[in-house]
């Protein structure tokens, strides 16, 4: 059943819309009832980790649903919303999204949990906030209406934005004015390639949508032709693609457009740093698979050799200064730009390898260095400092917690046997096969985070016990302890047995590079280097 079957009605299901919009029709409610009578703010607690619990088994049940052997999307609802102006509500899923929907919903409980006595004040505000967070987050996932995708994409700013400016450090103004100013440029400009892509379907077809499947042949987004003649199609699917790229790479973030990420998550609460690097960010680098590349293959092309120059810089760039931070939680933030240059290298190797890595590697970063946030967070309720020279020996005062940051590091790292491993592998593998010379630089990335990563783990946690403040400290509660177990689980459960979720990946991926492959004309001289023209072609990989 291809796709334009399924948003045509043949099979109409809700569990996406519930699971979407379960964590705000909670909060609204709690909400709501909290100003007529005035809820503890305990009954606000459990009664969010409920949402978000359910969230996760409805999302398990989304898992149990998907049938990795069928072709396009499944669990398709589509609605007319706005008709005049076809603006329609449609949502469905792959496995890409199937992946990332279930990381977070995976994130929310937990970050729940490890902020439970954290945040002290308005913390009724802040649940709302959180709630609300994820079902812009999952939206954006499930959306395949463009105009859909934009609100909920544009919808995630608001509580992040609130998160870091409320809850955040001494400097969160600056911090969460900065992110917000740079997401909404680069969202402006999205809207604008977004509007141009549905004048150019009225022109060519006679219908306006912004739908990215149609649901009726040739009425999708995805359908639209840009003409090849001449100047017209450089021009029009350059523009297109930069306008998308731009916002994404603001998003993920890519070097040079990275500089809000270590502010925000500086400034940022333990919960908000923990979200935005374990999912928010992956926005970006899901935008480029499920819009850019498919939608303007030609541009991305051409535009490859570039943007792997970009994620090299990153890759490299994000060591080296993480390498000097004093300050942990600035140090993890930096190895963010660098893992997620990782990633981005992946998507443009244009292989299934490396995009199947590249989409793992996703899962893998929001784990493992979501991890390292809360556990970042978890020592600084105790001495309200991040600087490393403020520890050492910490492993004799808190041996629990110095176990459990040396496995998030290790996942970090790519040991093998843990997840970091399987999706660096595969990124570095299809570099390998289609780029070389990017895949080698690349591969000192991995030799730098070891050595940065490692080198905190010797200040913090070994050496002499000589700060007083250190030798008291408490262990982690057994909550704290419930969290960081939490965490480790799905980081063995990956490394060791990856094809649990690599196998959803398989179909989604070959898709995606035939589609591509179908939409790129034969200008064969005017592609940018050979290798990236063969990892389109279909008939290389039978």
Request: a neutral charge.
């Amino acid at each position: 059943m291809n796709p334009v079957e399924l948003l045509a009605g043949a099979y109409q299901d809700h569990l996406l819309t519930l699971i979407t919009f379960l964590p705000f029709g909670v909060a609204l409610a709690l909400a709501l009832v909290d100003s007529a009578v005035g809820l503890p703010e305990l009954v606000w607690k459990w009664t969010a980790l409920a949402a978000s619990l359910v969230g996760l088994a409805l999302t398990f049940v989304l898992w149990q649903r998907f049938d990795p052997a069928v072709s396009g999307l499944q669990l398709v609802e589509h609605v007319p919303w706005i008709p005049d102006y076809g603006i329609h509500y449609s949502m469905g899923i792959d496995g890409i999204a199937l992946l990332l929907a279930l990381l977070t919903s995976f994130l929310l409980p937990v970050v729940l949990v490890a902020s439970w006595s954290d945040i002290s004040k308005r913390v009724r505000a802040y649940l709302f906030f959180m709630l609300s967070l994820q079902t812009g987050m999952l939206g954006a996932f499930f959306a395949l209406d463009l105009f859909l995708f934009y609100v909920f994409w544009e919808t995630m700013l608001i509580p992040m934005y609130f998160v870091i400016g409320i809850w955040g450090g001494p400097r969160r103004i600056y911090a969460t004015v900065k992110f917000f100013i740079y997401t909404m440029v680069g969202s402006l400009l999205m809207l604008v390639g977004i509007l141009v892509l549905a004048w150019m379907h009225q022109q060519q077809f006679g219908s306006l949508t912004f739908e990215y499947y149609g649901t009726s042949p040739a009425t999708g987004i995805l359908d639209l032709a840009i003409p090849t003649d001449g100047g017209v199609w450089w021009q029009r699917q350059g523009f297109l693609f930069g306008v998308f790229a731009l916002a994404f790479a603001i998003k993920i973030p890519m070097f040079p457009f990275h500089t809000w990420l270590p502010d925000a998550h500086v400034e940022a609460p333990t919960p908000g740093s923990a979200v935005l690097a374990g999912v928010l960010l992956k926005l970006g680098t899901f935008g480029f698979v499920r819009y850019a590349l498919p939608l303007f293959p030609q541009a991305a092309l051409t535009w490859a050799p570039w943007i792997i120059g970009l994620a090299l810089v990153g890759i490299v760039y994000g060591a080296l200064v993480a390498m000097v931070q004093s300050d942990v939680k600035k140090l993890v933030a930096y190895s963010s730009v660098s893992h997620m240059g990782f990633i981005v290298l992946g998507l443009f190797a244009l292989n299934p390898q490396g995009i199947s890595g590249a989409v793992l590697q996703m899962v893998n970063h929001g784990v493992s260095t979501g991890a390292l946030f809360i556990l970042v967070g978890m020592i600084y309720e105790r001495r309200h400092v991040r600087e490393l020279d403020a520890f050492g020996g910490l492993a004799r005062s808190m041996p629990v917690y110095a176990a459990f940051f040396a496995i998030a590091t290790m996942s970090s790292i790519g040991l093998p046997g843990l997840n970091g491993f399987v999706g660096e592998f595969l990124i570095l593998l299809g570099a390998f096969e289609s780029l070389r010379w990017p895949a080698v630089i690349a591969t000192s990335g991995v030799i730098l985070s070891a050595v940065y990563m490692l080198w905190a783990v010797r200040r913090m946690f070994y050496g002499p016990l000589a700060n007083e403040a250190n030798k008291g400290l408490d262990d982690l509660s057994w909550r704290e302890r419930l969290v960081a177990v939490t965490l480790v689980i799905p980081m063995v459960w990956i490394g060791v047995h990856p094809s649990t979720f690599t196998n959803p990946l398989d179909r989604a991926v070959t898709e995606l590079i035939e589609t591509m492959a179908r939409r790129v004309p034969d200008v064969s001289a005017a592609l940018p280097v050979a290798a990236p023209r063969a990892a389109l072609d279909p008939e290389a990989h039978e």
